[in-house]
């Protein structure tokens, strides 16, 4: 696939490590540095993505999240304005579940595709 980022939860967007705790992913120190990728797949295990992880990021059209995720921090997706589609691997009931962050509104404007699988 053509600009896709694969993400496990010791990476971040910039491709730089990060200390992770409890299998979270991101930093929040550095946001809106996506590179060309419009496409991020969040490997299995990761529970938490980070506050402001993709904060800002022009590039970004879709992300797949792994049903492993408990929690988007706050801002994680602010002003992704061209996030359309977010494929999720659980069902709604369990997408419903996840504790989502304040300034995530690009999360209710998304396509959410459940019990999605990447091919």
């Known amino acids: ?39 991020w797949i969040l490997s299995g295990g990761t529970m938490t ?17 792994s049903k492993d995720v408990t929690k988007i921090g706050d801002r994680a997706f602010y002003d992704c304005k061209d996030l359309k589609d977010i494929y999720y691997k659980g069902s709604e009931t369990e997408w419903d579940a996840i504790e989502k962050g304040k300034d995530n509104y690009t ?5 959410i595709h459940y019990k999605s699988v990447i091919n």
């Open 49 to 65: 993505i980070s506050s402001q992880m993709f904060r800002n990021c022009a590039s970004l059209t879709a992300i797949h999240i």
């Open 1 to 39: 696939m053509k600009n896709v980022e694969v993400l496990d939860e010791v990476v971040n967007p910039i491709g730089a490590s990060v200390s992770v705790s409890a299998g979270a992913v991101g930093s929040g120190e550095k946001s809106g540095t996506c590179g060309d990728a419009v496409t």
């Open 107 to 111: 999360l209710h404007s998304a396509t």
